[in-house]
């Protein structure tokens, strides 16, 4: 099994910014990536940004230029930079790790974009 503590949401008003942390333990050995998605109300789950183990990145087209994802200091943990926030990017959002054996998520941090 793999746990996590996500950190680093709340309320921010429209242009702001946010970073959201997440550190992963447990099962961690065979994790080749690491990335943030989320979900708002009514909508399904949807990627944000990811980064695999030899560092090459992926971003939806709604955030590129605005949300940058990195490793944190730490082995298997990720950061994501959040600027230029919009009320459309509000949502809770999701940690994930992905391994051979599977997907594993964390239990979510609401970011609220709204004035």
């Known amino acids: 099994q793999v746990q996590f503590v996500e950190s680093g949401g709340g309320l921010v008003q429209p242009g702001g910014s946010l970073r959201l942390s997440c550190a992963a333990s447990g099962s961690i050995s065979s994790i080749y990536a690491m990335g943030w998605y989320r979900q708002a109300p009514g909508t399904q789950r949807e990627l944000v940004a990811r980064i695999i183990s030899g560092g090459s990145t992926t971003y939806a087209d709604s955030v590129k230029g605005r949300f940058t994802i990195s490793r944190g200091n730490a082995r298997n943990t990720v950061d994501l930079q959040m600027n230029s926030l919009k009320p459309e990017d509000t949502a809770v959002y999701y940690c994930?790790?992905?391994?051979?054996?599977?997907?594993?998520w964390g239990q979510g941090t609401q970011v609220t974009v709204s004035s």
């Open positions: 994930n790790a992905d391994k051979v054996q599977g997907r594993y």
